[in-house]
């Protein structure tokens, strides 16, 4: 697969409303993500970075940080001897790509859930196996996007320890154009021009959003 940089902004709506957003970008071998979700009284913030091995695409170390955590937390493949197939789970987008690439197959992986204590340390003698993959579901559909016009896309699902985690679809460009998260949580790819609701934009975002956003939590300090 030839790997390419990317920026990404996705707006996460619910009941037709902006509830969040997320930014990813991937630039020299490293893939940054920055995610802020309103619910209750604060908003959910956490940041991921995952740098790969130039070689082989494969991650090397992720540091991570939500708001559940006083510092970041960092994940090392080869000291803690994780396989080559393992991903943490903020770095998804990167196995969703290897299966956009190859949708006659399901990719299989060991998913990493970065809050977890397990995650940290070294696995032992015998590493787990996979217990996650995504893999193309049906044929080609449409897909109405907010105000905008119907899609033809390519559905992906996303599964971990039996659990369907998140749907995927894909445009003819080979673009993630909108994902289900369920709990009715679904982000859209803004789009490259105006749309009529302005709940998929980046307008109006206040300024502590935008500023964790564009530093994470570095601009929290």
Known sequence: MQERNFEHWEVLVRDDRRVG???????SHALLTRLIIN???RPYRAESRVHLEPRT?????????DDTMP???LLRRRLQKLPVDSMPSFADHLVLLRAIENSAKEIRYL???ETSAEAQVPVGSKPPSANA???R????ELLQVPCGPALKTQRFEAWADGMLVATHWVDERSEVVCSN????????QIPEVTSGADWVSLNGLDSDTIDFLSRGFAGAL
Request: cysteine-free.
């Open 181 to 188: 998260w369920g709990s009715a949580l679904t982000s859209y």
């Open 71 to 73: 510092d970041m937390v």
């Open 133 to 135: 993959g995504i893999v």
């Open 21 to 27: 957003v997320r930014y990813r970008a991937r630039s």
């Open 111 to 113: 998913r990493l859930n």
């Open 57 to 65: 695409g494969s991650w090397e170390m992720a540091w991570f940080r």
């Open 137 to 140: 579901v049906g044929e080609e």
């Open 39 to 41: 619910q209750g009284e």
